[in-house]
């Protein structure tokens, strides 16, 4: 809103910056930076010291890797990278504290004491931070080879080949996974169901603030407008679920059920969203439910997910666009049809360009391929895949059943769903004690949900700089804080985004090649990729006796 406030309201203050002047050259700044980490000296968007002072060391580059390692010493001047999670500069400094305090509490406790310490799930036989897949052997485990023709799991060939291993950092994230979405319905019931309630019954007294006083002139949305759309749109799933039954391997009843999932989660995650900027995510939950019921079916898992989680994170998106329509007293109808027909300008944009990289970018998301430090790896996709082979392949019973190795991580649902309570009754029992109601444990449990595939590099960096502007600038530059922070946060975003693009028109879509030098040539921290358990032998590692 401050953006658009910038963009659109005439200052009278002539002894400082306008706020439309300070986002213009802000931006440009941005815009003209990022073609050195972008492009021309890509070594600066991932420094690790300790990797450089210790070359030949495993466990250094174990602790200094930014990517593959947890990150000690290592930082960044690319602003892609720190706001890889969001913008820093627009979360609230609660929510800043209880990311660092859950962050703080995995990466550099639980996750060393599981690795080092205790060798959790034979955590040395595989590297540290890893979204791979692995045999009990430390290889990459062969996921081709337990797939038939109908794209189901040949359980002979799975037999033969063993069960499948992850790293012991992505095996934790999806444990507090678990715990994050029980904890959320938790925490909402327990701080805001009274709101909620309360706030329900003042809708049908007519009670209303001064926003939707001021909006009562414009004409309101009619409800079959939105009625309409959801039977358009659930029909067209229903037809897609019954028509291409055996490729989207989906029945008529898992879609209702993923959209009730949907439904019911819209409200305790939308209050999440607005009072802390983060987001809980669904997909671990949907995946581990069809997972159960389906097993053996990746493409069916993958959908599942899509309608259960994808489509209420689009809802939560869809209401904060029309809160800010509120704020900003634009006509729902306006937005209404400006949503559904960016809905469709986006959807076939996004479509076209993805399909055109796949046929026109080399080795796109094929790690094994690809040159070092290259921006072409498709982490998120990476993850997406790994995800459908774990919990729709495979099937969580192999993994978190008894069948599988992961079994114990299903204790963290219990956790999630008592933390809250224990923070509601500290709460309760010194009421004036302000602070403890700050403690949102969907936030701290889930302040690595983003990783994968975010990397320690990317919340090292967010953390600094969220605390640089939401604490100290905030604190010793009040007013500039309020002035400027909002649109700094959107100048930088804008500069990344039109130099992405530019870079990509002048030197990816023409096949200019990337130059080679040692400034591009990756964070040279290749060895956090290696286990360390003995015996273990993996190419390019040392073998540890």
């Given at each position: 809103?401050?953006?658009?406030?910038?963009?659109?309201?005439?200052?009278?203050?002539?002894?400082?910056?306008?706020?439309?002047?300070?986002?213009?050259?802000?931006?440009?700044?941005?815009?003209?930076?990022?073609?050195?980490?972008?492009?021309?000296?890509?070594?600066?968007?991932?420094?690790?010291?300790?990797?450089?002072?210790?070359?030949?060391?495993?466990?250094?580059?174990?602790?200094?890797?930014?990517?593959?390692?947890?990150?000690?010493?290592?930082?960044?001047?690319?602003?892609?990278?720190?706001v890889y999670l969001g913008?820093?500069?627009?979360?609230?400094?609660?929510?800043?504290?209880?990311?660092?305090?859950?962050?703080?509490?995995?990466?550099?406790?639980?996750?060393?004491?599981?690795?080092?310490?205790?060798?959790?799930?034979?955590?040395?036989?595989?590297?540290?931070?890893?979204?791979?897949?692995?045999?009990?052997?430390?290889?990459?485990?062969?996921?081709?080879?337990?797939?038939?023709?109908?794209?189901?799991?040949?359980?002979?060939?799975?037999?033969?080949?063993?069960?499948?291993?992850?790293?012991?950092?992505?095996?934790?994230?999806?444990?507090?996974?678990?715990?994050?979405?029980?904890?959320?319905?938790?925490?909402?019931?327990?701080?805001?169901?009274?709101?909620?309630?309360?706030?329900?019954?003042?809708?049908?007294?007519?009670?209303?603030?001064?926003?939707?006083?001021?909006?009562?002139?414009?004409?309101?949305?009619?409800?079959?407008?939105?009625?309409?759309?959801?039977?358009?749109?659930?029909?067209?799933?229903?037809?897609?679920?019954?028509?291409?039954?055996?490729?989207?391997?989906?029945?008529?009843?898992?879609?209702?059920?993923?959209?009730?999932?949907?439904?019911?989660?819209?409200?305790?995650?939308?209050?999440?969203?607005?009072?802390?900027?983060?987001?809980?995510?669904?997909?671990?939950?949907?995946?581990?439910?069809?997972?159960?019921?389906?097993?053996?079916?990746?493409?069916?898992?993958?959908?599942?997910?899509?309608?259960?989680?994808?489509?209420?994170?689009?809802?939560?998106?869809?209401?904060?666009?029309?809160?800010?329509?509120?704020?900003?007293?634009?006509?729902?109808?306006?937005?209404?049809v400006v949503q559904l027909?960016?809905?469709?300008?986006?959807?076939?944009?996004?479509?076209?360009?993805?399909?055109?990289?796949?046929?026109?970018?080399?080795?796109?998301?094929?790690?094994?391929?690809?040159?070092?430090?290259?921006?072409?790896?498709?982490?998120?996709?990476?993850?997406?895949?790994?995800?459908?082979?774990?919990?729709?392949?495979?099937?969580?019973?192999?993994?978190?059943?008894?069948?599988?190795?992961?079994?114990?991580?299903?204790?963290?649902?219990?956790?999630?769903?008592?933390?809250?309570?224990?923070?509601?009754?500290?709460?309760?029992?010194?009421?004036?004690?302000?602070?403890?109601?700050?403690?949102?444990?969907?936030?701290?449990?889930?302040?690595?949900?983003?990783?994968?595939?975010?990397?320690?590099?990317?919340?090292?960096?967010?953390?600094?700089?969220?605390?640089?502007?939401?604490?100290?600038?905030?604190?010793?530059?009040?007013?500039?804080?309020?002035?400027?922070?909002?649109v700094l946060a959107a100048?930088?975003?804008?500069?990344?985004?039109?130099?992405?693009?530019?870079?990509?028109?002048?030197?990816?879509?023409?096949?200019?090649?990337?130059?080679?030098?040692?400034?591009?040539?990756?964070?040279?921290?290749?060895?956090?990729?290696?286990?360390?358990?003995?015996?273990?032998?993996?190419?390019?590692?040392?073998?540890?006796?």
């Amino acid at each position: 809103m401050t953006f658009r406030r910038a963009l659109h309201e005439k200052e009278n203050d002539t002894g400082r910056y306008s706020r439309g002047k300070f986002f213009l050259i802000a931006m440009l700044c941005s815009f003209s930076w990022y073609i050195v980490p972008g492009y021309l000296f890509k070594f600066l968007s991932t420094i690790s010291v300790l990797c450089l002072v210790f070359p030949k060391s495993v466990l250094a580059h174990q602790l200094g890797s930014g990517q593959f390692g947890l990150g000690i010493f290592s930082f960044t001047f690319d602003w892609s990278v720190i706001v890889y999670l969001g913008s820093p500069l627009v979360t609230p400094f609660f929510a800043i504290l209880n990311i660092l305090a859950g962050y703080v509490v995995i990466v550099y406790i639980m996750i060393p004491v599981a690795y080092w310490g205790l060798n959790l799930y034979n955590a040395k036989n595989f590297p540290i931070f890893s979204t791979d897949l692995f045999d009990g052997h430390g290889q990459s485990y062969n996921v081709s080879a337990i797939v038939n023709k109908n794209f189901e799991i040949d359980n002979v060939a799975y037999e033969a080949q063993g069960r499948i291993n992850l790293s012991i950092m992505f095996a934790l994230a999806y444990g507090l996974s678990f715990a994050t979405i029980v904890a959320t319905l938790t925490h909402v019931l327990l701080f805001n169901g009274k709101e909620i309630c309360e706030r329900f019954r003042a809708s049908y007294k007519g009670k209303i603030d001064i926003h939707t006083k001021l909006m009562r002139k414009y004409q309101d949305i009619p409800s079959w407008w939105f009625h309409m759309t959801l039977a358009l749109s659930f029909a067209l799933s229903l037809l897609l679920c019954t028509v291409l039954k055996s490729e989207i391997q989906l029945p008529w009843w898992a879609l209702i059920f993923a959209c009730m999932i949907a439904l019911i989660f819209t409200l305790p995650i939308s209050i999440i969203q607005a009072t802390t900027n983060n987001s809980p995510g669904l997909n671990v939950i949907t995946e581990y439910i069809l997972g159960l019921i389906m097993p053996g079916k990746p493409i069916a898992n993958v959908c599942f997910k899509t309608y259960g989680y994808i489509s209420m994170a689009q809802a939560v998106s869809f209401l904060q666009d029309f809160k800010l329509g509120h704020y900003m007293k634009i006509p729902p109808r306006s937005m209404f049809v400006v949503q559904l027909v960016g809905t469709f300008i986006a959807s076939t944009i996004n479509v076209s360009t993805a399909w055109y990289m796949l046929n026109n970018i080399p080795f796109i998301c094929q790690l094994e391929l690809l040159p070092k430090n290259t921006q072409w790896t498709c982490r998120g996709d990476h993850v997406f895949y790994d995800a459908s082979v774990i919990w729709g392949l495979v099937g969580p019973k192999r993994f978190f059943g008894p069948l599988g190795n992961y079994g114990a991580l299903n204790w963290f649902f219990l956790g999630g769903a008592i933390g809250p309570m224990l923070v509601w009754l500290l709460h309760k029992s010194f009421p004036k004690q302000s602070w403890i109601k700050l403690i949102n444990l969907p936030v701290l449990l889930g302040a690595t949900a983003a990783m994968p595939p975010a990397n320690t590099l990317n919340f090292n960096s967010w953390i600094v700089v969220g605390f640089l502007f939401n604490f100290f600038v905030f604190r010793y530059r009040k007013k500039w804080w309020q002035r400027y922070n909002y649109v700094l946060a959107a100048a930088l975003d804008a500069g990344v985004a039109f130099m992405g693009v530019f870079i990509f028109l002048a030197f990816g879509f023409t096949n200019v090649k990337d130059l080679y030098w040692w400034g591009n040539e990756g964070e040279y921290c290749d060895l956090a990729n290696c286990p360390t358990a003995k015996g273990i032998q993996v190419r390019g590692c040392p073998l540890i006796k």
